[in-house]
């Protein structure tokens, strides 16, 4: 609804982060995974609802239960590196790193090597879904598998 209503309001194509993320996991075939935030244990419960709700199994969480955009945003992308290490499960299809306001750009690439799974962040998915609208189509490298595969198909 949301999207529908900035669309008609702007008259352009427009997303939000969550179709993005449940898009981009659809992208990837992903059904099991694993979803590491800054957020507090509250705010993680209804993510994994809603992940629930879009058909995903969230296999394992964490959030470092950090309730100011100013704390979640110091944590340093080599932290956000090793806790994804740390969540390493053998029946993951793909990593979530939820936020919109964190510093993990740098580690994709890296972590997806290291796990042998995709991973996928808000921002790079958010990215990934308005160059997908706009019907742009070229191979992005150093972002992770969902951008390095290019934009399958235009919506909207």
């Excluded at 702007?10 to 992903?30: F, M």
């Excluded at 199994?57 to 994804?84: A, F, M, R």
């Amino acid at each position: 609804e949301i999207i529908a209503r900035i669309t008609r309001c702007t008259g352009l194509p427009s997303t939000t982060t969550t179709t993005a993320v449940v898009e981009g996991l659809k992208e990837l075939k992903a059904k099991d995974i694993v979803l590491l935030t800054p957020y507090d244990v509250k705010i993680n419960e209804l993510e994994v609802a809603f992940l629930e709700g879009a058909g995903f199994k969230v296999l394992n969480h964490k959030g470092l239960g950090l309730t100011d955009c100013i704390s979640q945003y110091e944590v340093e992308p080599s932290s956000w590196l090793d806790l994804i290490r740390g969540m390493r499960h053998p029946r993951a299809d793909a990593y979530l790193v939820s936020c919109g306001g964190i510093r993990v750009v740098d580690i994709i690439e890296r972590s997806e090597v290291e796990l042998g799974r995709p991973v996928l962040t808000s921002n790079q998915a958010l990215v990934w879904h308005c160059l997908r609208i706009m019907g742009i189509d070229r191979e992005i490298k150093g972002f992770g598998r969902l951008l390095r595969a290019g934009i399958s198909k235009k919506l909207g």
